[in-house]
């Protein structure tokens, strides 16, 4: 009956720590000059000066930072849209790498177009230029 017991415990302690720990994805926000990345739950925004976009799965750096993730890229005023505007929606990759609270980020676009590198930080508001 005691080996159940520290045995129970033992797992109960195991996971309480990975509870604690941090998230194995990038979360939060991410903002530099001409471009700003916000994830939630794995998941994130992107917004660029005069474009936004998607990262539709999770981002989890490699250990030596990289990454690659599959989203989407849409020219055009970022922020609300008027009626009547229309805006390409086109398939993009999102790579780049993590290294403590930096991250530089490109995106490659279904044409062979390469926007970037941008370097962002965490925590930190983005520096865009809104478009008209």
């Not at 700003?36 to 925004?45: C, K, R, S, W």
């Not at 790579?95 to 490659?108: C, D, E, I, P, R």
Request: charged content about 15%; glycine content about 14%; overall charge neutral.
């Amino acid at each position: 009956m005691r080996c159940w017991t520290l045995g129970a415990v033992a797992v109960l302690i195991s996971g309480c720590s990975t509870l604690q720990g941090k998230p194995e994805h990038l979360i939060g926000l991410w903002g530099g000059p001409h471009a700003a990345v916000e994830f939630q739950g794995g998941l994130a925004d992107v917004q660029f000066d005069c474009a936004a976009g998607t990262i539709d799965e999770p981002i989890v750096p490699g250990p030596d930072g990289k990454f690659l993730a599959k989203g989407t890229y849409r020219t055009g005023a970022t922020g609300p849209i008027r009626v009547g505007q229309i805006f390409r929606n086109q398939p993009a990759r999102y790579s780049g790498a993590v290294v403590k609270n930096a991250m530089t980020l490109s995106v490659m676009l279904e044409d062979g177009t390469t926007l970037g590198p941008f370097s962002l930080m965490e925590g930190t508001p983005p520096q865009l230029t809104r478009c008209l």
